[in-house]
T-cell receptor
Framework: DAGITQSPRHKVTETGTPVTLRCHQTENHRYMYWYRQDPGHGLRLIHYSYGVKDTDKGEVSDGYSVSRSKTEDFLLTLESATSSQTSVYFC????????????FGPGTRLTVT | DQQVKQNSPSLSVQEGRISILNCDYTNSMFDYFLWYKKYPAEGPTFLISISSIKDKNEDGRFTVFLNKSAKHLSLHIVPSQPGDSAVYFCAASGQTGANNLFFGTGTRLTVIP
């Protein structure tokens, strides 16, 4: 299995508070991604990174920001959490672009009350 | 607007028989298609992929078929085993720099012993 960890694995937070989720990889892969999974939607891309300090928006980026200061770490921040951001968040990595397949972390279950 | 659709939320199959999971897409620019398998409380696991220049790709018990004219792909599992019971996601990627994936909503496969 690809070396991907996510922290925390579970979090409950209140509306309006900032939250940061961390993804850490040991594979030295160039590309990193944040997805959210919701019933009826499958997985949707929030943001992705194609190198250190190189990031771009995905399909559902509103309310989220990301940072990648090192190859191995990709942080997802909810600047002011809302109940609509209650979801399961998955980080993924890939060595190349072009459909080689992404490898996913175990997920973080976030509940915003 | 769902660009990748899995219209069957669930499928039950007897052990040893064939499982066929279906997926439709709307964007003709997609050039790579993938299937992921997901167990509860785990991240999705890459299973098999196919390029748009092919119509079939086989890997052991798993075969993916692509019908570009119909914008349809299917995953065949033969023979089905109880350990195959999971949620299967179809995904597609287009010509972008970082392999953005668009996922379907998933089909829950149950293989009955």
């Amino acid at each position: 299995d690809a070396g991907i960890t996510q922290s925390p694995r579970h979090k409950v937070t209140e509306t309006g508070t900032p939250v940061t989720l961390r993804c850490h990889q040991t594979e030295n892969h160039r590309y990193m991604y944040w997805y959210r999974q919701d019933p009826g939607h499958g997985l949707r891309l929030i943001h992705y990174s194609y190198g250190v300090k190189d990031t771009d928006k995905g399909e559902v980026s509103d309310g989220y920001s990301v940072s990648r200061s090192k190859t191995e770490d990709f942080l997802l921040t909810l600047e002011s959490a809302t109940s609509s951001q209650t979801s399961v968040y998955f980080c993924a990595i890939s060595e190349n672009s072009g459909g080689d397949g992404q490898y996913f972390g175990p997920g973080t279950r976030l509940t915003v009350t | 607007d769902q660009q990748v659709k899995q219209n069957s939320p669930s499928l039950s199959v007897q052990e040893g028989r064939i499982s066929i999971l279906n997926c439709d897409y709307t964007n003709s620019m997609f050039d790579y298609f993938l299937w992921y398998k997901k167990y509860p409380a785990e991240g999705p696991t890459f299973l098999i992929s196919i390029s748009s220049i092919k119509d079939k790709n086989e890997d052991g018990r798993f075969t993916v078929f692509l019908n570009k004219s119909a914008k349809h792909l299917s995953l065949h599992i033969v023979p089905s085993q109880p350990g195959d019971s999971a949620v299967y996601f179809c995904a597609a990627s287009g010509q972008t720099g970082a392999n953005n994936l668009f996922f379907g909503t998933g089909t829950r496969l149950t293989v009955i012993p």
